[in-house]
């Protein structure tokens, strides 16, 4: 609503042509000190327009008082600053002007006016609503907040975990890398060996030695289709149970999986059962989670040492959470007085949802919570 009303006043100012200015320099020594607005009476006038009154009259003016403007720009956005204000106090008298103009023309009597009228009044009483269920859920004292916590203490607790994330389907291989393993696997055409290369080649035998070595080393092999991912996330389960690092695990899933670039961070300091699925928290310390899917990764934790925020550190969290669970309710309750069936045959049938991820995409960072 608070878009749509400024909106409006945009429009009006764009209908007649006023663009913003640099204020003269006195406009701008009194915008730089709002202090005196505070001090004004309730009933001093701050907005007059002249040729405009309801009802209509030869000669007359509108009168906005302080009190009068302050609960206008209150209605719709309180934090505003009085540069902007100003500018709405202009902008409303055109407003004004042009409501009254259009009376005059008898468009307040129109089918859209009245349609428009209607749904405004239904946005505006729906915004009401939603500012007092806000309000009401927004009513937390302490005790509330200190029994709230102490029903709900595990949601408070802290912990430093690992985490590993093996993809469930493959990025296709890279046909450019195959080409380059064909080439490499080519012998090389023999050149006739000149003096100096017969000389070096003492010397060039260790190097070569070390790295036919190097290049004899084991490397991760790429997986094709998502059983092998799945039979892989297995497998590296069981070695992160056995103590291996989280990180080189993680390397090597990613490598599997043709994933390019450095592998995710595996540290998740300070995890709570709202950034990891709740039932990670009810692991002991160095405990590892079995395989936990989603719709595009099976991902394992290791569990840390657990702390937990004492209620005053958790304080205003634990107030938030109290009214984000009655805002829930309360929007709950509402949304069940009614139900709302549309006609496919006028509408058409509804559109489907699309599936979340997709084949060869990156998983996300981390499991959704439970």
């Known amino acids: 609503m608070i878009r749509h009303f400024l909106a409006v006043i945009l429009c009006c100012s ?10 003269p320099p006195a406009q701008a020594a009194a915008s730089a000190a709002p202090a005196a607005s505070t001090t004004l009476p309730p009933d001093t006038p701050v907005v007059t327009i002249k040729g405009v009154c309801d009802p209509p009259a030869a000669d007359c003016t509108t009168v906005i008082t302080k009190a009068e403007f302050e609960g206008i720009i209150q209605a719709f956005q ?8 100003r500018q709405v106090g202009t902008s409303y008298g055109q407003l004004l002007t042009m409501a009254a103009e259009a009376k005059k023309r008898g468009l307040d009597k129109s089918a859209r006016v009245q349609v428009r009228t209607h749904i405004a009044v239904m946005q505006a009483l729906a915004g009401e609503l939603r500012d007092n269920m806000q309000e009401q859920a927004g009513n937390v004292t302490d005790a509330d907040a200190e029994k709230y916590y102490n029903d709900h203490k595990a949601n408070y607790e802290q912990a430093d975990v690992e985490r590993l994330i093996i993809p469930k389907t493959p990025l296709p291989a890279d046909k450019d890398a195959d080409k380059d393993k064909d080439d490499a696997d080519k012998p090389a055409a023999k050149k006739p060996a000149t003096a100096a290369a017969k000389a070096g080649a003492t010397k060039a035998g260790t190097k070569a030695a070390a790295t036919k070595a190097a290049a004899a080393k084991p490397k991760t092999a790429v997986v094709t289709d998502e059983a092998g991912m799945a039979a892989l996330a297995a497998k590296l389960r069981a070695r992160a149970a056995a103590g291996e690092d989280f990180s080189k695990l993680q390397a090597e899933a990613f490598a599997a999986a043709n994933i390019k670039g450095a592998p995710v961070e595996t540290k998740v300091p300070r995890a709570t059962r709202a950034t990891v699925p709740p039932t990670v928290f009810d692991l002991k310390s160095g405990e590892i989670s079995e395989l936990i899917p989603d719709s595009r990764a099976f991902f394992v934790f290791k569990m840390g040492a657990k702390t937990t925020t004492s209620f005053e550190d958790a304080k205003n969290d634990v107030k938030t959470a109290i009214k ?13 007085i009614s139900t709302t069936t549309l006609n496919d045959a006028y509408f058409g049938p509804p559109e489907p949802t699309p599936a979340p991820g997709g084949p060869g995409r990156q998983p996300q960072a981390g499991p959704p919570s439970n």
């Open 14 to 23: 764009m209908v007649f042509g006023q663009a913003a200015t640099t204020a």
């Open 78 to 85: 309180p934090q505003m600053k009085l540069p902007q204000q």
């Open 324 to 336: 984000n669970e009655r805002m829930q309710e309360a929007q709950k309750a509402v949304s069940e």
